[in-house]
Structures are given as C-alpha cells and as structure tokens.
C-alpha cells in the first residue's frame, strides 16, 4: 500500500502482491508434477500421502474387485459367493429376508474358514454426501454385527462406506434408488 | 430518469443508514437487499499511456471486469459495439470526455481507465462515473505485473459493486468445489469468483470430496479415497505440501477447517457411529465434540472460529444442530423437515443456510442460527445442495441438478434469485467453498 486518501472521488492505491502470484505459478507447476495420470493407480498426489492399501495383502482395492477398484478401473465384475443385502430410505435395520441372505454369507464364510470379508455400505443418490457416507457406514456395521451373532469372527470382517458414490445404477428413480441401498460383499482372501 | 434517481435515492439511503448505524455504534449488517434491475454500465477500454498498444492489458481488464459486475448482479454491462468514444483518442477523467457519448448509449455508469507498463511493471488507474450527474464516483490505482490485471479487474469489481450499494462485492475471492470435468472421477479444484486461474488440486482415480478454504486460501481440507480407506488431507497451498490426517478413534467421513486453517473439525465413524472431534492441523486430538450414539457429521466453523454447525441423527432424523468449539451442549436448530443437512454459517454468523429434502429432492433454506424461523430460497428446479456463503454474505454458491447435470449456481441470499451458474462445463460440478477475501 503505498498512499493516499479513501472516499467517495479519492483515490485508493494497492500494490498487487507479486510474491503470491508467484508461488502459485510454481505450485501448479509442481503439483502438476506431482499428481500421477489416472492410468496409474494407486494414486499418489503429495507429499503425506499413503500408497498402501489399508485392506490386506491380497491387494485388493483400486485395482481388486472391490467396488473403488471395479470404479477406479473402469470394470464392472460379477457377485463373488456372496449375496447383497438392501436397506430402506434413510434405514440401516435388516429384513428378515435379509437376514436369510446373510445367514447364507455366514456360512460360506464358515465353510471357507481362511477367506476374509469386506462389507461395503452404499447409499442412494439422495441426501448430503456426508451424511450418505456415515449412514453407508451404519448399514456396513449392521451386517457386520449381524454375521458376528452368526459366529463369524470379527477380525475376518472389514467395513467401508462408500456413501451414494458408487451406485449401481443411475436413474434417478425408486427402482434404482431401491438398488443402490445396499451392503456388498467382497472376499478379500480365501 | 425516474430509475436513475430511485437508484440515487437508495444509494442515499444505504449510505445513510450506515451512518445511522455507525452512530449507534451498532455492527454494519452485512446482509443488504440485493439487486431489483440490473444498472447499464459501459466499461471502456483502457487508454494506453504506453507499452499497451496491443490493448492486451485494456481487453484482460474490461473482459475480467465485465464478467464479475455481470455476476454480481447488480449491473449490465452494455455491448462494447455500442460505444461511441474511442477511449485512446480521449482521456479518461472528468473533462477529458464527453458524458454525452454515454448518455446517449444509455449507460448509467461508466468505468474508464488507463494503463501503461514499463518492464515488468503495470500502473493501472480505474475510475467509477455517475454519467447522470457527471461525477467520479471512485477511482483506483493498481501496481503490479502484467498477470495481476485480471485481479486487479476483481478488485476494482468490488470497489464498484462497493461504490454502488454501501458494501464490498464478492469477486476478490476464491471457490473450491469438486469436478468430473476430467472424466469419471471426482477431483477438487480451485478457481477465483469467476472461473479464471483454474487449477486441479487432486489427480487420482478414486474419489475426492468436501474441499473447505481457510481464509487465506493458504490451507484446503478434504476427503480422499486416494489410499483405499477414506482419509483426510491437509493441503498446505503456499508449501505444495500436504499432510494425511487420520485418527485412531476410526475412519474418516468429512471435515472442516477453523478459519484460521490451524485446526479441524473431524467427523471420524467407529462402529457404524460417526461422532465430531476438534483436531490441531496435523491431525493430533484437541477434544472430543460429540460422543453420541447417532451420526453426528458435516461441521461447519463459524466465521469468528466459536460455534460448529453439523448434522446429526440423534432423534432419530437428520437435523441441524449448533454447538460451541469448545465443548458443550449441542442445541437443536431445526425442527421442519425430516431430513436436513449440509449447514453452513453466515459471515456474520446470525444465520445457516442448509438443505431440506422434499421429496426425492432438496431445497435450500436458511434459518437463524440460534434457531427460528425457516426460511424457503430456492423452489423446484432439481435438487438444491450444499450451499456456502460469499463473505460479503449477500450470495450463496450451492450446486443444482436444474439443468440437468449438477452445476454450480450463484444466488441472492436475501430472496433465493438465481443470478448465474458459476460454471459450465461438461462434467457435474458440486459441493463449492467460499474464500474470504483474498486482498485487503
């Protein structure tokens, strides 16, 4: 700032600041740099920024068979030996029909004692992104604490919600609104 | 004519009733009655007083200047193609030029302006006329380099936006929001008020979610699946660094930043329950806010940094509570409606703008912050989500399914008027923040 009066007719002066101009010419450049084509997962954009999977050592995630993976990869790929269950709007409780579903996941999981579970929570598109991500997280939980009253043990079963951002379908009616309130099962190891 | 002086009288007015205020000693409001009819306003070129013969400069400036008084709403910039004046054969101040090769145009108001540069230096002088009255009504100088010209042209938006109406515009500022204009995936980016200076912030095949800005725009928080298990990232803007903030009470579903961008208001899920916690910016706990059994989720600071809006589902709908950051009991602000989310504060704090499901779809409403009255802003057209406010609080960005894919679009808080999308492209752009003032 260098003078001189303010008011109505007078005259302001401002100096620009150069020296952030600057830096953000040079932090474009070097996150530019930094962040990786999306033909390379898994992804890595900054400094921080873990490049393990936090599910287990068979990899799966972007990449796996996973929903993200299935997403980040642009595949889609079948149901694995375990069946989804649905939810209701705004609900994470199970049917009893759906409990029929999980008894039958409970005992594959039984019969193949070394395979591990990821349950996914997923939502539809209504609702705040945030909100949708901690109700996926209840209906993941639900099924979870469910399986475990089934007598699977809980250190075999990992939860993730992935809110309403991987539906399985786009319309934007009940019919898809009805499909996309569900628990996915994913075998992370057998 | 009658316009005219309507509008000289509601100038009058403002002014007046900012000093009535001042004299009391009360706080300016910061939210005024927004445009009625937009005014014509002519926005000459710059006079090149050297080094401009190009007219690069001149055309950066009036093409930065016209889209941000455009957005504003409050003025129409007349067609170039009507101008009369050729503003390098005649000056740029008072009785350099003749007021009637405006008024004839019909302008209203009139920018006009010169620059020069020597080296790498611009000295750029704007000035506001009333053509009407024929008076200066304000006039700015900028020093600075060539790329400045563009701000410069914001600044001088807000100083006539400011000139006009008693308050600082909007368009000194800076949006983050989220986009699939890259492709399938959700990335963050950044761009000031009027889409310029676009920069992506994420490049990762996964998805990324709920950028929120410090005041500075030094600091953007948000949520990425980048590493397979939602987390947290801190991005430090001036440092190209960034910081992975998880939390050993679970998994992170969302944030927000402090205004000061030191702390972080986590919404971390542990067993299917999603509780608030206040964390330092490297992710280390201050205190725990919420310890509900329910999902208590989406925060958001007040300006002054004392009060955390969010959602919560403790009685059993999602609703919006408020709660001080330093710990203490949540108080309840919203009783209509059975399902309402994404709250956020006003600049002065008095009142939260948030979304309200009818239906299949959601509205924009906004309530007073120490609870009340809701009151209804936007009406049908899509589904209306996660709105923020400008700083100058008269706006709000949310983003709307209207058009068909998701948008962001600008409105007035006072009365819900749409006056634009703010960005058109082709991929959906949702979930904007809103900077503070990037300049003095």
Redesign the interface.
């Given at each position: 700032?260098?003078r001189v009066q303010r008011g109505?007719?007078?005259?302001?002066?401002?100096?620009?600041?150069?020296t952030r101009?600057a830096?953000?010419a040079?932090?474009?450049a070097?996150?530019?740099i930094a962040?990786?084509?999306?033909?390379q997962?898994?992804?890595?954009?900054?400094?921080?920024?873990?490049?393990?999977?936090?599910?287990n050592s068979s990899g799966v995630?972007?990449g796996g068979n996973g929903s993200?993976g299935q997403?980040?990869n642009?595949t889609t790929g079948g149901q694995g030996p375990l069946s989804d269950i649905h939810f209701g709007y705004?609900d994470?409780t199970i049917s009893p029909q759906d409990g029929e579903i999980l008894k039958a996941n409970a005992k594959w999981l039984t019969d193949n004692p070394n395979a591990k579970v990821q349950i996914e929570g997923h939502c539809d598109e209504?609702?705040?992104?945030?909100?949708n991500?901690?109700?996926g997280?209840?209906r993941?939980?639900?099924a979870k604490?469910y399986l475990v009253t089934l007598g699977v043990s809980a250190d075999r079963i990992s939860?993730?919600?992935?809110g309403k951002?991987?539906p399985v379908c786009t319309d934007?009616d009940d019919d898809c609104?009805t499909q996309n309130r569900r628990d996915h099962f994913v075998v992370t190891g057998s | 004519m009658l316009i005219r002086r309507l509008l000289l009288l509601s100038i009058t007015l403002i002014l007046l009733l900012a000093v009535l205020t001042t004299a009391e000693a009360q706080p300016i409001s910061m939210t005024i009655e927004g445009p009625s009819a937009a005014a014509p306003i002519a926005v000459s070129g710059l006079k090149n007083l050297g080094g401009d013969e190009s007219q690069e400069l001149s055309s950066h400036f009036v093409a930065t200047l016209s889209r941000n008084l455009q957005l504003s709403g409050y003025f129409k910039v007349i067609n170039p193609h009507a101008y009369i004046e050729d503003p390098q054969a005649s000056g740029y101040d008072l009785g350099q030029f003749n007021f009637s090769d405006w008024s004839s145009i019909n302008a209203e108001f009139l920018v006009k302006g010169a620059v020069s540069i020597k080296g790498s230096e611009v000295d750029l002088v704007a000035m506001l006329f009333d053509v009407g009255s024929q008076r200066r009504l304000m006039g700015k100088r900028f020093t600075g380099g060539p790329n400045d010209v563009r701000e410069m042209a914001r600044r001088f938006a807000d100083a006539v936006i400011g000139a006009y109406t008693g308050t600082r515009g909007p368009c000194d500022t800076k949006l983050a929001f989220v986009s699939t204009r890259g492709g399938r995936f959700k990335e963050i980016y950044v761009s000031y008020f009027d889409g310029d200076g676009l920069f992506q912030v994420t490049n990762n095949p996964t998805i990324n979610l709920f950028p929120k800005l410090d005041h500075s725009v030094t600091h953007l928080l948000y949520l990425s699946y980048k590493s397979f298990q939602p987390a947290l990232y801190l991005v430090n803007l001036s440092a190209k660094s960034e910081v992975k903030i998880t939390s050993d009470h679970g998994t992170m579903v969302g944030g927000a930043l402090t205004p000061d961008g030191s702390q972080i208001v986590a919404a971390i899920e542990h067993n299917g329950l999603t509780n608030l916690y206040l964390l330092d910016s490297s992710g280390t706990e201050i205190r725990a806010l919420t310890s509900s059994p329910s999902i208590n989720v989406g925060p958001a600071v007040s300006n002054d940094g004392t009060q955390v809006a969010f959602t919560s589902d403790r009685s059993g709908r999602p609703q919006i509570y408020v709660m001080p950051i330093g710990g203490g009991e949540a108080q309840r602000i919203t009783y209509s409606g059975s399902y309402n989310t994404s709250p956020a504060f006003s600049p002065d704090g008095s009142k939260i703008a948030y979304e309200s499901r009818d239906g299949g779809r959601f509205d924009i409403w906004e309530i007073p912050s120490s609870g009340g009255t809701p009151v209804r802003l936007t009406n049908g057209g899509g589904s209306n989500e996660a709105p923020c406010w400008s700083p100058d609080g008269r706006y709000i960005a949310f983003n709307s399914t209207r058009s068909g894919q998701s948008r962001i679009y600008l409105m007035l808080a006072s009365n819900g008027n749409i006056i634009s999308a703010l960005t058109e492209d082709n991929g959906d752009d949702s979930s904007p923040a809103w900077s503070w003032w990037l300049g003095d």
């Open positions: 700032m260098i109505r007719g007078g005259w302001v002066t401002s100096r620009m600041e150069l101009a830096a953000m040079v932090m474009i070097a996150l530019a962040g990786c084509s999306s033909k997962p898994p992804p890595n954009n900054g400094a921080g920024t873990g490049t393990g999977s936090n599910l995630g972007p993200l997403f980040a642009g705004n994470y209504r609702g705040s992104e945030e909100y991500i901690a109700l997280a209840r993941a939980q639900a604490d939860t993730i919600s992935y951002e991987l934007h609104w | -």
